[in-house]
Nanobody
Framework: QVDLEESGGGTVETGGSLRLSCVVSWSLYRRASCMAWFRQAPEKEREGVASIVYGGAVTDYSDSVKGRFTISKDDDNKTLSLQMSSLIPEDTGMYYC???????????????????WGQGTQVTVSS
């Protein structure tokens, strides 16, 4: 069973937009209080991009994407999304959705806090 499956990646020009989606299995969606998007560029460490707490009331973003990316979740369709706008070449990388427990009602953008990961979807922003 695939618990997390991403889609929506592709190649866009600088300034363009993309919307990533992650379908979450019903069993994981029920118990995961924290969901997030991470990304990893070649030869760089995995970086937390955005997170959302169960219920959707609390979100968090890395400084590098704040104001450009929006994370959201659709409880009816068990889907996590990432709307990305004003893309720049530095946004290029493999994007992963992840799920795990929240701590004190928040989701830290730390990969060690997430035990479930998707396979990733590639985003390439050309200059």
């Amino acid at each position: 069973q695939v618990d997390l499956e991403e889609s929506g990646g592709g190649t866009v020009e600088t300034g363009g937009s993309l919307r990533l989606s992650c379908v979450v299995s019903w069993s994981l969606y029920r118990r995961a209080s924290c969901m997030a998007w991470f990304r990893q560029a070649p030869e760089k460490e995995r970086e937390g991009v955005a997170s959302i707490v169960y219920g959707g009331a609390v979100t968090d973003y890395s400084d590098s994407v704040k104001g450009r990316f929006t994370i959201s979740k659709d409880d009816d369709n068990k889907t996590l999304s990432l709307q990305m706008s004003s893309l720049i070449p530095e946004d290029t990388g493999m994007y992963y959705c992840a799920a795990g427990p929240s701590v004190a009602g928040r989701c830290a953008l730390d990969s060690e806090g997430f035990g479930h990961w998707g396979q990733g979807t590639q985003v390439t922003v050309s200059s």
